[in-house]
């Protein structure tokens, strides 16, 4: 099975850059997107197709891939985005999908 | 506005069936595969399975095949998430969400369906 594997934790200051990272074990892959998850609430698409942007989502927020992994940069980090961030993507027929491991990003 | 609603939360016996549902709105609901996605407390993000409401054309993932059952009533907007007997293991919040287009992203969530099975 495919699998998406991110670090579990990240902590970074406020102002500072966050870099999450999210490695596949198999290619090709399709594109990776990347969701928030605050508590009690819904995940949010902030980032599709490795590097695109959603409307509304603060241009802070970055995707970036290379080789078999994509690494979602937070730049200039505000308390507000502390949450869980999970990458996404599908296997090679778009049939199934996978989500990553999760990263809990603290800000100090 | 893109809109999906899910049933409230339910709390349930082992051994008990158990259906939710994910209304749609505000779109062609017959155009987009809906996914449904399992977080079991303090835990990750799985995905589950998706249906294509046009046709009902649905897909598991190994890890779900068997357990649960997808549907949808395209005549009324609706996607479903069901159980036939329930576990203590199946207590999660259970997410629905749109899959945008032709892209393997999910763009719209629901706000969330938590089931709790317990003795």
């Known amino acids: 099975s495919y699998e998406l594997t991110q670090p579990p934790s990240v902590s970074v200051s406020p102002g500072q850059t966050a870099r999450i990272t999210c490695s596949a074990d198999?290619?090709?892959?399709?594109?990776a997107y990347w969701y928030q998850q605050k508590p009690g609430q819904a995940p949010v698409l902030v980032i599709y197709?490795?590097?695109e942007r959603p409307s509304g989502i603060p241009e802070r927020f970055s995707g970036s891939s290379s080789g078999t992994t994509v690494t979602l940069t937070i730049s200039g980090v505000q308390a507000e985005d502390e949450a869980d961030y999970y990458c996404?993507?599908?296997?090679?027929?778009?049939?199934?999908?996978?989500f990553g491991t999760g990263t809990k990003v603290t800000v100090l | 506005e893109v809109q999906l609603v899910q049933s409230g939360a339910e709390v349930k016996k082992p051994g008990e069936s158990l259906k939710i549902s994910c209304k749609g709105s505000?779109?062609?609901?017959?155009?987009?595969?809906i996914g449904w996605v399992r977080q079991m407390p303090g835990k990750g993000l799985e995905w589950m399975g998706i249906?294509?409401?046009?046709?009902?054309?649905?897909r598991y993932s190994p890890s779900f095949q068997g357990q649960v059952t997808i549907s949808a009533d395209k005549s009324i907007s609706t996607a479903y998430l069901q159980w036939s007997s329930l576990k203590a293991s199946d207590t999660a919040m259970y997410y629905c969400?749109?899959?945008?287009?032709?892209?393997?992203?999910?763009?719209?969530w629901g706000q969330g369906t938590l089931v709790t099975v317990s003795s």
């Open positions: 969400a749109r899959r945008s287009g032709m892209a393997t992203v999910f763009d719209y």
């Open positions: 505000g779109y062609s609901f017959t155009s987009y595969w």
């Open positions: 197709k490795d590097s």
């Open positions: 996404q993507s599908a296997d090679s027929s778009g049939t199934y999908y996978v």
């Open positions: 249906i294509y409401p046009g046709d009902s054309d649905t």
């Open positions: 198999a290619l090709p892959k399709q594109y």
